[in-house]
């Protein structure tokens, strides 16, 4: 994520119905989220918006 676009994040990730948790975290990651949607090309897709993004999907 770009250092510019944690607070466009923040505020998309606070009004998105899918996203259940969301952790600031340290290391290479920036945020843990977890989430629950019925199209996860369509999340992952508005995700992108803001950077690159590591996923696991279980």
Not at 28 to 56: D, H, Q, T
């Amino acid at each position: 994520m770009t250092s510019n676009s944690h607070a466009s994040f923040r505020e998309w990730a606070l009004t998105e119905p899918a996203i259940t948790e969301l952790h600031r975290v340290t290391g290479e990651g920036c945020y843990w989220l977890k989430v629950r949607y019925s199209n996860p090309a369509g999340f992952l897709e508005n995700m992108l918006r803001f950077g690159n993004i590591a996923s696991i999907i279980q």
